[in-house]
């Protein structure tokens, strides 16, 4: 499983991304970005990884990942 920061505000916009970087799908409703996921990694990370799942056999709606449009994992890390 692959997650990245989109740009999109502070902290960023968390998306799934497919192994071969082709591909993305938001994942803002399991978790507004990575800080946000990390922490609530036990219970945020089964979903993320469902999500994953489904990215890879094609079935839910996904964007093109383009990695200029991609920000710092933490863009606001706290250290």
């Not at 800080?35 to 089964?46: I, R, T, Y």
């Not at 056999?57 to 964007?63: G, V």
């Amino acid at each position: 499983m692959k997650v990245a920061s989109l740009k999109d505000g502070r902290d960023g916009r968390l998306v799934v991304v497919s192994d071969d970087m082709s591909w993305c799908v938001d994942a803002s409703s399991i978790a507004p970005s990575l800080q946000s996921a990390l922490d609530g990694w036990d219970v945020v990370e089964p979903q993320l990884r469902e999500l994953a799942d489904r990215l890879m056999l094609n079935a839910l709606y996904k964007e093109h990942f383009d990695v200029l449009l991609a920000d710092a994992p933490l863009p606001r890390a706290y250290q």
